[in-house]
């Protein structure tokens, strides 16, 4: 991986997170281990059944030697089969090395979205994931994760206690983002919807893992859309200032960038890669907007990095080690269920008071 020490957030900040050249590489000795015992790793894979094990392939491809025609085919991965979008895909969400972590960052913001007037840039939004992934015996890979996101001034920098909604004037409590687990199967087929604790019974057949990958001007991109309409956890005669209706409308897209090379070398275990993460999403339940038209959207940046350290905002991230400091370690067993903030909001909040 590249680890990078400043980072960019919604309100132009820049800031070093590590005071001192020593402390940095000392940061990236304990938590960045790259190079995977192809030895062992195969052992592990064929442990699991004889379809788990890996074709490593005798290569010593390294990023002067791999052109971006090649990217596509080999040497490594084969990006037009589904084993190849499997590893990929591993390599890219997660940490191929089996149980070792994988941390991930995004940062931005979220805007207001009403009829009949101008966007507006309401809050920022910055935080990680932090996920492994755990051998299952028909080759995939279970990727058990959880993640932490806190709202920020956009002002200040600073977390957010309350807020002023600038659609009410009321004086609100943000809820943070705080999603464990949040867990999936990574396999050689397109993964099901997320079904929230049967709260989405949506089924697909099963398809062939293809991602849409693209080569453009030498660059390798990867972008990929979830569109998802199921029962709201929030239902309006028990929540009728959070929910915005009966059924949740929410979209999100992924946009990777890799440099082709990463993923032809066989020496990474995690792929590095900068993108961004967009969310179409009804009104935060916080924002006590009920059932108003309008929507929320998230615009963000997001990527690889050996320690959030080395990129979140230093408030977030001394908000986060004081408030959600089990979030710095990725969960080393599968549980269920997997639910997002919004379910996570009806089972931890209390409805507030109807305004006369």
């Known amino acids: 991986m590249k680890p990078s020490g400043r980072q960019p957030t919604a309100a132009g900040r820049f800031e070093d997170n590590i005071d001192s050249r020593n402390e940095r590489e000392a940061l990236l000795q304990t938590e960045n281990k790259q190079v995977i015992d192809r030895r062992n790793f195969l052992g592990t894979s064929m442990a699991v059944g004889a379809t788990g094990a890996f074709s490593l392939m005798a290569s010593n491809a390294t990023a002067a030697t791999v052109e971006p025609a090649d990217a596509l085919k080999g040497p490594y991965l084969d990006l037009t089969t589904p084993r190849g979008n499997m590893l990929a895909l591993a390599r890219i969400t997660s940490n191929l090395e089996l149980g070792e972590q994988r941390y991930g960052w995004y940062s931005g913001y979220v805007t207001g979205v009403r009829p009949g007037e101008k966007v507006r840039d309401l809050v920022g939004f910055e935080g990680f994931g932090v996920s492994r992934l755990l051998p299952r015996e028909d080759g995939s890979f279970a990727k058990v994760l959880r993640e932490v996101g806190i709202y920020f001034d956009l002002e200040t920098g600073e977390p957010l206690e309350e807020w002023v909604n600038p659609y009410s004037g009321e004086t609100v409590r943000p809820v943070h983002v705080a999603n464990d687990p949040f867990n999936t199967v990574i396999r050689e087929f397109v993964p099901p919807p997320p079904n929230y ?10 398809k062939p893992l293809q991602l849409p990958w693209k080569l453009r001007a ?25 929910s915005a209706g009966e059924m949740v409308q929410v979209s999100e ?15 990474l275990t995690v792929v590095p890669f900068h993108g961004t993460w967009n969310r179409i999403t009804p009104w ?3 924002m006590l907007m009920g059932q108003a038209e309008g929507h929320c959207t998230y615009f963000c940046s997001m990527g690889t990095t050996n320690h959030p350290s080395e990129v979140l905002h230093p408030s977030i991230l001394a908000y986060v080690e004081e408030n959600y400091p089990k979030y710095f370690e990725a969960p080393t067993e599968w549980e269920e269920p997997s639910l997002s ?5 009806s089972l931890e909040q209390q409805p507030a008071p109807v305004k006369n």
């Open 197 to 206: 604790g049967g709260l989405n019974p949506e089924k697909r057949e099963p």
């Open 218 to 242: 030498g660059k390798l991109e990867m972008e990929r859309h979830i569109h998802l309409y199921y029962k709201n956890a929030l239902q309006p005669d028990k929540w009728p200032r959070e």
């Open 253 to 267: 897209f992924f946009a990777h960038f890799f440099d082709p090379a990463d993923i032809q070398n066989p020496e």
């Open 284 to 286: 935060l339940p916080w």
């Open 341 to 345: 903030s919004i379910e996570r909001y």
